[in-house]
């Protein structure tokens, strides 16, 4: 099957170890999209996949060339795996989903239906979640408060990854090229003309989820300093706060002093400061350290990542 070296469409789909999916993946990717006239390709990320994920690919673009392949030399992580899917797409919008099927496949024609109208970003909004925990509904909820709470701008609530993006947009997203990346955040932050269609999210079709709670809060702490110095602000609240403690504390301790109080006689009082103390220093500087290791690698300038193999494509991208 053939289609034009520069298709409207682009899909992209990150990919680590979803050998068990990958073929229902793009079986609904091809019964959406031959729905509707546009040119349109399939870019598979292969994040470092330890099972047969790759030969998967490579057996699909045998029998489609729309399907095409970026190999990636390791593991170099979900959102990193977005950006080179879009530094790969050549396509006027490109649309960015997950493998695991949890977002539906036909939503696309709803994003590109809204991208004809004139929208620049179409964000899908999860409004019902098959299969996930109280707790983590719960945390996911609290977490997109709590950003927009301390950020300068709204990132839209109860959305994930999964969401169209024009050319125009795109072309802005790939100037950002920091290492520790937010996606859903940066497609706000670029700015242009955003909208968001609602859907239910579907439990995974198969496999295991690859967003385990480390790797959730690894996001989220991405996210909150990548748009953020709050964190920063609370060890520097906490500074004056315990000071002007201190203060009414000596005040308290000379009066009952002078009155001949034994309130405060012995250590132990003087431990429990002291240990309270150490512990805020050390959270304060815990919160400085994540921000400096961030500066750390940025000022490393090393490449986002490092492809083996590209299959399908025309000609090399421009990952300035």
């Known amino acids: 099957m053939n289609n034009s070296a520069n298709p409207t469409i682009s899909i992209v789909a990150p990919v680590y170890n979803e050998e068990a999916i990958l073929h229902e993946l793009y079986r609904r990717i091809v019964a959406t999209m031959d729905e509707q006239s546009d040119t349109w390709e399939l870019v598979l990320i292969n994040d470092g996949s330890r099972d047969r994920s790759y030969e998967v690919m490579q057996e699909l673009h ?11 030399s390791r593991n170099f992580g979900h959102q990193i795996a977005i950006t080179a899917g879009a530094d790969y797409a050549s396509g006027d919008a490109i649309i960015i989903i997950d493998a695991d099927l949890q977002d539906p496949p036909s939503l696309i024609l709803d994003m590109v239906a809204k991208w004809r109208e004139g929208y620049d970003v179409v964000y899908a909004i999860r409004k019902e979640r098959k299969g996930e925990s109280k707790f983590k509904l719960y945390t996911a909820s609290a977490f997109y408060r709590v950003i927009n709470r301390i950020t300068g701008f709204a990132i839209p609530v109860d ?3 999964f969401r169209l993006v024009d050319r125009k947009a795109m072309d802005a997203l790939r100037k950002l090229r920091e290492h520790h990346r937010f996606m859903r ?5 670029v700015g242009f003309r955003q909208t968001g269609v609602e859907y239910v999210r579907e439990e995974r079709y198969a496999g295991e989820t690859k967003y385990p709670i480390s790797k959730m809060l690894r996001l989220a702490l991405d996210g909150i300093t990548s748009f953020s110095y709050f964190p920063l602000q609370i060890a520097t609240y906490m500074g004056f706060v315990i000071a ?4 009414i504390g000596i005040l308290v301790t000379i009066a009952l002093r002078l009155s001949g109080s034994q309130a405060f006689i012995g250590q132990a009082s003087t431990l429990v400061m002291v240990l309270f103390l150490g512990g805020i220093q050390l959270i304060s500087l815990g919160i400085i350290g994540e921000y400096l290791g961030r500066i750390y690698e940025e000022v490393k300038q090393r490449p986002l990542y490092i492809v083996d193999e590209a ?8 990952r300035r």
């Open 62 to 72: 045998a029998q489609d060339d729309r399907v095409r392949i970026v190999n990636f």
């Open 159 to 161: 959305t994930g990854d």
């Open 185 to 189: 955040g940066l497609s706000v932050w």
């Open 244 to 247: 002007a403690i201190s203060v």
């Open 311 to 318: 299959t399908g494509f025309a000609e090399k991208p421009d």
